[in-house]
């Protein structure tokens, strides 16, 4: 039996992010995972940085701020896999948003961000546009706007911060079945398909499958979360030469993104809160058939999509967190959960997203006393 100060359960951006920081602090910390670093929701994401334009119009801005912040930190971290690009939004005269207002959320963007690096929002030529973006239709075309936010690929990144934790001497065990966690004053017991581990601390970074783990281990916590599936869709060849932010009729959202080094376009994304559990998750036609139309609605007849020219499909899920009984009680920000026994320690992570695994991180440092 291996003895350690941390056992991280979930090798997803979140998981990988707090078994770096806690190695950095000099903890001995194992990281498990039932599948593979980052073949979760951290793979099936719209491998963005960003710190959530649409977020300032529910007036979530301390978590822009963060997640801004996180951002500028990440490109300076990694400039081989994140880094800056500009994206367009094309207002037409039917656009549920007028241009001043998103003017105004771009303005405020700007400022949040608190970095000239990045480069400011700004308004486009609409000439120019009509060159550079073919397939869109002209039609009530009223004003182009753009602005900065980052980019990545989100199962690389996952992959690069395990990677730096397993320099710094962690252990990562991937395809690796917990069949028991038993706690009591003197720690945490957990018995798996790799062999027996013991620790004080237990940290549940599990994200989208925290709820099935916690029942199934008969772990106690305070909160619960709302899975929301998205799936996106990559069509061959690139749609678009720039990221593109997209309003729907209805004030949701969605991007389009060219990937020049796949050849591939990528859409995405949409909105289904799901029941079933997180092995049984499967894409829907009718989620498709949305993107469909949301990105049709947006081209020329002669560019519209059909559902043979999707490639290909993925899913992903936010954990969003809820407290227990309260379905409407929804956001992106994150919560930490600790538990203790004596001297021992159980902590929840609820939510969080690719973003913000930085600042969650050293926050989970913080709770766990392991601060550098």
């Known amino acids: 039996m291996q003895t350690f100060d941390v056992i991280v359960l979930g090798a997803g951006i979140n998981g990988c992010g707090i078994a770096e ?30 710190g959530g334009l649409r977020y300032l119009e529910t007036g979530q801005l301390h978590l822009v701020h963060e997640s801004l912040r996180d951002r500028k930190r990440l490109v300076e971290k990694y400039p081989d896999l994140v880094e800056y690009k500009r994206f367009f939004l094309p207002i037409y005269k039917s656009s549920p948003r007028p241009a001043w207002m998103i003017r105004l959320g771009l303005w405020m963007y700007d400022r949040l961000s608190g970095t000239r690096s990045a480069g400011k929002s700004r308004k486009e030529d609409v000439a120019e546009f009509k060159r550079r973006f073919p397939a869109f239709s002209e039609k009530d075309l009223s004003s182009v706007l753009s602005y900065v936010d980052g980019k990545t690929h989100d199962s690389e990144l996952t992959r690069r911060v395990a990677d730096d934790f397993q320099e710094l001497g962690g252990t990562v065990l991937v395809h690796c079945k917990v069949e028991s966690v038993n706690w009591d004053d003197n720690g945490f017991l957990i018995e798996s398909s790799a062999g027996k ?30 899975k929301v599936s998205g799936i996106h869709l990559i069509f061959e060849g690139l749609v678009v030469p720039e990221l593109m932010f997209m309003q729907t ?21 949409t909105e289904r809160e799901e029941n ?23 081209l020329k007849t002669d560019h519209q999509f059909r559902r043979e ?12 967190v809820r407290k227990k009984g309260q379905m409407s009680d929804v ?8 538990h ?11 939510g969080g997203k690719l973003t913000t695994y930085l600042s969650l991180a050293e926050k989970v440092a913080g709770v766990l006393g392991c601060a550098r």
């Open 249 to 269: 009729r209805e004030k949701r959202i969605f991007f389009i993104i060219p990937e020049p080094e796949n050849d591939h376009t990528l859409i995405g994304t």
């Open 276 to 298: 079933c559990s997180m092995d049984e998750l499967q894409d829907q036609e009718e989620d498709i058939q949305y993107l469909l139309n949301q990105v049709n609605a947006y």
């Open 331 to 338: 956001s992106r920000e994150y919560k930490l959960d600790l």
């Open 340 to 350: 203790t026994r004596g001297d021992t320690k159980l902590l929840h992570v609820f």
């Open 197 to 226: 581990f013991c620790s004080t601390v237990l940290v549940n970074a599990t994200g989208p499958w925290i709820d099935e783990v916690n029942k199934q281990y008969n772990l106690p916590a305070k909160f619960q979360i709302r």
């Open 309 to 320: 020219d999707v490639r290909d499909i993925y899913i992903g899920v936010r954990p969003l």
């Open 21 to 50: 920081n806690l190695a950095r602090a000099g903890k001995q910390v194992l990281l498990l995972d039932k599948a593979g670093v980052g073949q979760g929701t951290s793979s099936k994401s719209s491998r963005l940085i960003h």
